[in-house]
């Protein structure tokens, strides 16, 4: 009988593949309830094209926020749409495919919701609205919020030195005793 030998370097693959896929699965911003509830196959632009169509579905969206607009008894975000990442976190501004507003019942500080944040939001579609931007008025999705996830806004690591590779001597013009590299 022959015997079967398993090499120890497929088992390792293996085995750092599965730790990973399991890692990796948890990484959502948005609860387990929300991930299991929501439509991810649902895009963006197919909610925005009949957004009565999809009434009631939920589904994650990210994004920019616009404007926050507080009435009488709920918030509304006007945010600009972006695709979101594997953590549920929006890319650049640059590949958005268009606004949607996010009506929350309550009251959210436009202090905090400010101008630029990023954005990811959790909710339930609830038909369309007309926003009116300059002198065109423009139809968006409206949703129903049910979990909001505001993003850290990113911290500069401070001064940007530049530093010329190929020129060797100091430049007498050139403040040394602030640049990094010329630290005695």
Not at 97 to 111: E, H, N, W
Not at 128 to 153: M, Q, S
Request: net charge neutral; aromatic share 14%.
């Amino acid at each position: 009988m022959k015997k079967r030998v398993v090499s120890f370097g497929r088992v390792t693959a293996l085995l750092l593949f599965g730790v990973a896929g399991i890692i990796l699965a948890g990484c959502s911003v948005m609860s387990k309830d929300v991930l299991r509830e929501a439509d991810r196959d649902l895009r963006f632009e197919s909610i925005k094209q009949a957004p009565s169509e999809y009434a009631g579905e939920t589904v994650i969206i990210g994004g920019y926020v616009l404007e926050t607009r507080n009435l009488e008894a709920e918030t509304r975000l006007l945010v600009l749409q972006a695709p979101l990442t594997t953590r549920d976190e929006p890319k650049s501004s640059d590949l958005s495919k268009g606004r949607f507003t996010v009506v929350y019942d309550g009251f959210l500080d436009p202090a905090v919701y400010e101008r630029g944040r990023k954005i990811t939001v959790a909710g339930t579609v609830i038909g369309e609205e007309a926003v009116r931007i300059n002198d065109y008025t423009l139809t968006v999705p409206l949703l129903g919020a049910r979990e909001i996830f505001l993003w850290d806004k990113p911290e500069w690591p401070g001064r940007y030195y530049y530093y010329d590779t190929y020129y060797r001597w100091p430049d007498p013009h050139f403040y040394h005793w602030r640049h990094p590299r010329y630290y005695w």
